[in-house]
């Protein structure tokens, strides 16, 4: 049970944890901190807020709860910024689509106090965004999955669980390295493989007479395309490494397509395609109609 | 109006052209053959077809209308058999996703009566395959592309025309290198980046590991990776040149944002991401709801 939860950054995702959290009874009250003022004025009418904080710090101040919600490029700052008023006892997760980086900068802005920070990420979302979009059943069956730091007090770990489990959600744990290496590969890469193709069609000449053409393979394949720039410029440098591994991986498998292809190799074409859409056949999404918070959240 | 329409390939694409034909009243009869009997005896059964030959002479001969619905692969032995049959008045059309390929096999198979034959592709298509999933509206509002020769008489191309605006398609004028050159990059080339990426984690070690943290981007991103290995193997040798050439764009696009990224030049990812959903965001597809008959024909 959680007396006051601090939300920074109170858009679809910290929006919709603290509909969750009041839904099951779990938090007393919520208190919300955002850049955008009118949006923070939406949540406290719509109930998803009880109290305005004009500053993170004041957010924090009498808080055993804080949901860092913002996206992962405002993180650095708000944590340096609440630091020195975390109380005590304070429990603090986060949702933010890359784990490393933040722990980094997490180390060095609360110091001692990393061994508070229980690190996460939801893998929920959806099409709208900020606190009007917000769902108390956003996270129902969906999966929050925790890197836990070596500081961690296992009952901190079980707090920030069980805060992740009364928004129906469940647990995987997995070390950040993974987590990133992981999504590099699953999220991060499909979206600059498809920015890559609408930047590169939507800069030819004849552009128009692409897009006129292009179906609905060309549309699902790029749907993420349309997602917030800043957010995933801010994820791609945040998860450099991983991710510059798997565009090397992934631009030396269309290349070897590329050289089947141009030496008229059909069966290895073939024997690629047969593997893919095998596996792509067998594959099911781990939650039905689930959408990665990558797609759809927005600063708050 | 057409006396008896040959359907050469009996999947969802010619027995929706046969359904489309009939709902208009445009066609008396429709005589069908392809290589699976039980589906053509279904589509007898279901009113698709109103005979069935053995074979693709038995097929046209008599026929005013000749359709080939097979997949591209299969095109070039069934115009060698079918041309010594055709009638003098035939016309012949084809809903092959290639074109040029198509059309130099039809100047070898049919030789001067080449005049007759005018390719297209109609761009439409559903999640179904074969004769049981054919439906008379599969083509309501959908865009045909004709792509005329020299050698067609006016008369010839109006009469093909004609034919799937009966089917309540519309109809659009394009050369065939153009055709061939637009599909590549709006159809082909996704087709072919989204096998990669599903190929390139399905051979890993740990594939299971990422196919399981793998959301909604993923599966949007690969949906077309699902399609059959046999009709892309063939769609991409058909239309190799083109698609090799819009490999190498795409590789080194991709290639592009992997510098910037190692560079930790974050304004280089964002322009390229904002133009890139901002065309995304201002596009919107040729129908609503349609698909590409790619992702869903199958051999009948």
Chains 1, 2 share one sequence.
């Not at 938090?27 to 904080?53: F, K, T």
């Not at 004009?54 to 650095?76: K, N, R, S």
């Not at 269309?254 to 050289?259: N, V």
């Amino acid at each position: 049970m959680i007396r006051r939860l601090a939300v920074l950054g109170v858009g679809l995702i910290g929006g919709s944890v603290a509909l969750a959290l009041k839904r099951a009874g779990h938090v007393e009250q919520v208190v919300g901190y955002g850049r955008n003022r009118s949006n923070l004025e939406q949540a406290l009418a719509l109930g998803v807020l009880d109290e305005i904080a004009d500053t993170p710090e004041q957010a924090v101040a009498g808080a055993d709860c804080i949901l860092l919600a913002m996206p992962v490029g405002g993180m650095t700052e708000v944590m340096h910024r609440i630091a020195p008023h975390l109380a005590a006892d304070a429990i603090v997760t986060d949702a933010g689509s890359t784990k490393q980086d933040v722990i980094a900068a997490a180390r060095l802005a609360l110091g001692p106090k990393i061994s508070r920070f229980v690190p996460g990420h939801p893998i929920a979302g959806a099409e709208k965004s900020g606190a009007a979009a917000a769902l108390a059943d956003l996270y129902d069956g969906r999966n929050v999955i925790l890197t836990p730091l070596p500081e961690n007090r296992p009952e901190t770990v079980a707090a920030v669980a069980s805060l992740w489990q009364a928004c129906g959600a469940q647990i995987l744990d997995m070390s950040a390295a993974e987590h990133d290496r992981v999504f590099a590969a699953v999220s991060h890469l499909p979206h600059l493989a498809a920015f890559a193709l609408v930047d590169e069609l939507a800069g030819r000449p004849e552009a128009e007479l692409y897009f006129r053409h292009a179906g609905s393979g060309f549309r699902d394949f790029t749907r993420i395309a349309g997602s917030s720039p800043e957010m995933w410029r801010d994820i791609a440098l945040a998860n450099r490494e991983a991710l510059v591994g798997e565009l090397d991986a992934y631009i030396a498998r269309l290349s070897q397509l590329r050289d089947a292809l141009s030496g008229g190799d059909g069966a290895r074409l073939f024997d690629s395609f047969v593997r893919a859409s095998q596996a792509r056949r067998e594959w099911a999404p781990a939650g039905t109609n689930h959408l990665e918070n990558e797609d759809a959240q927005t600063a708050p």
